[in-house]
């Protein structure tokens, strides 16, 4: 479970209960099924509209990684590396052919896997890196669905606001009805701008964040794989697969 993802939720829910409740505001006062429907709904259906359905299935299921995220160890991951590139001046790069199966990586064991089969380092390279670039637009395309969502859920919520308006206006005559109505079309705007900043936007930049780092971590593990493939000393590779995690990733240089 990612703690700060559920603390930042429940703490940003709870200021604004408890800003309401200070306020002499009830709870009941903001909990508005018509205006729920209105903002969820409507901002469901335009998003849906917007994105082919393969992404809005990627986006539900990266719902599980923004609150429980599984992050590869950084240290676990150059150990393994340093550990396969003594083993490799030991016992030959072939030697390393066991250890692919093995290794919970899948990323590590694809590079592993081309660097044992004799693919050269520049081309090993160049076919890293593109699978890179597709998990990046993969990933990122799942992320702007829910910045996709934030932009239209305040606008959703402004209609709703008016649909509110509208219901006062049919019933002026009948006072009993208007406090429901302007309560929906101020809830309304709550539901909009609130799920827009306290849940759509941030979750979005979450998964961003998470993208960034995988890609550092990536990085790392190809830069490690070709140190091994040319024969690098295990401590100068350990030296420079350290620089990693302290620098937070670079760029690979052409060879």
């Known amino acids: 479970m990612d703690r700060a993802s559920v603390i930042g939720l429940v703490i940003g829910l709870a200021a604004l209960v408890g800003g309401n409740l200070l306020e002499g505001g009830k709870i009941d006062s903001i909990l508005q099924p018509t205006a729920a429907l209105v903002v969820f709904g409507g901002t469901f259906g335009a998003t ?58 899948a990323y590590l064991r694809r590079a592993l896997g081309l660097a044992i089969d004799g693919m050269l380092p520049k081309f090993l ?16 395309r799942t992320a702007k669905v829910f910045e996709t969502a934030g932009g239209f859920a305040p606008t959703i919520g402004i209609i709703g606001a008016v649909l509110g308006l509208i219901h006062v206006m049919e019933n002026l005559s009948d006072p009993s009805k208007l406090g429901a109505g302007i309560a ?63 620098a937070g990733g670079k760029k690979h240089k052409k060879i």
């Open 48 to 105: 849906l509209l917007s994105f082919p359905a393969r992404d809005i299935a990627r986006a539900v299921a990266a719902v599980g990684r923004v609150f429980h995220e599984k992050r590869p160890d950084a240290e676990d991951l150059i150990r393994d590396l340093i550990r396969y590139a003594h083993l490799a001046r030991r016992n030959g790069f072939i030697a390393l052919e066991p250890e692919v199966p093995r290794h919970g990586n």
């Open 184 to 246: 929906v079309s101020f809830v309304a705007t709550i539901y909009g701008v609130g799920s827009a900043n306290l849940l759509f936007l941030p979750m979005a930049r979450k998964l961003i964040n998470l993208v960034n780092r995988e890609l550092a971590l990536r990085e790392m593990i190809l830069d490690g794989v070709v140190g091994i493939q040319a024969g690098t000393h295990p401590h100068y590779l350990e030296e420079k697969l350290r620089a990693f995690v302290e």
């Open 125 to 140: 390279i160049e076919t890293m890196e593109r699978e890179n670039l597709t998990y990046e637009d993969e990933e990122r």
